[in-house]
């Protein structure tokens, strides 16, 4: 086995590993030896365990071991985060100017391409926290987005920790078009992009932080196209949500 320890959403997590691509991956958050806060062994059970839940997903199909068993680590700490106020998300996370907005969407719809649109758009005022997984720490004084090394098949992430300020769902429109809903009415969508673990003490409390994300952060549904004025449309409306409150 192959141990090292790697800091993740504030928390310092030991990886016990058969191969060394977990590692390889993750080697921007990687610390100092310490006592873990957690610690994942991954056997082979685990690897065959997402080798079929690939191929009913109808991804990851062809995959090695060692890549399965990245996917294996990801869902182990993803099951135990909740459990410390940290929920998975399945978006795109972008800080302009030191602050996040981070898009949910069905994939395919586009998150990846509204990030660049986003980057070509505001330059060297973006960083990309995370265009696939975050983790988002749920606080009293407001969520926290937290990069992670499991950033999609653009590799695009920074080891960073920056306030979010705005979530928007996202959708496929002819005209860019953005307003801000209810939580009530983005509710279950939101829900959908979050992980839901198995174990049902972390699930409970999951859906217990995914009601307080939707009661403290602003919401918004964008309708847009892949054109760079989609970008400045929807910043202008969430940069600007601080005046609205």
Aim: aromatic letters at 8%; one cysteine or more.
């Amino acid at each position: 086995m192959n141990d090292a320890t790697y800091a993740l959403a504030g928390k310092s997590i030991l990886i016990s590993s058969q191969y060394d691509e977990v590692h390889e991956l993750c080697a921007a958050y990687r610390i100092p030896q310490c006592e873990p806060d957690f610690v994942v062994c991954i056997a082979q059970d685990d690897i065959e365990h997402e080798r079929a839940s690939s191929v009913r997903r109808g991804t990851y199909t062809n995959c090695s071991d060692a890549v399965l068993e990245t996917l294996a680590v990801y869902r182990r700490i993803a099951e135990w985060m909740p459990l410390h106020d940290t929920v998975l998300f399945h978006g795109s996370a972008i800080a302009v100017d030191g602050v996040c907005y981070l898009f949910g969407a069905k994939s395919g719809t586009g998150k990846s391409t509204h990030a660049r649109l986003w980057r070509e758009a505001f330059g060297s005022r973006v960083q990309m926290v995370n265009d696939d997984k975050p983790l988002l720490h749920v606080a009293e004084a407001g969520t926290i987005v937290y990069g992670t090394p499991w950033d999609g098949k653009y590799h695009l992430s920074s080891n960073v920790a920056v306030p979010l300020r705005a979530i928007c769902l996202l959708g496929r429109g002819s005209h860019n078009h953005i307003c801000r809903i209810a939580g009530q009415d983005g509710y279950l969508e939101l829900l959908g992009q979050t992980y839901r673990p198995a174990d049902p003490a972390s699930l409970a409390k999951t859906l217990e932080l995914v009601d307080r994300i939707v009661a403290t952060v602003p919401l918004y549904r964008l309708s847009c196209n892949m054109e760079l004025d989609a970008a400045r449309v929807s910043y202008t409306a969430m940069s600007a949500v601080e005046n609205e409150k």
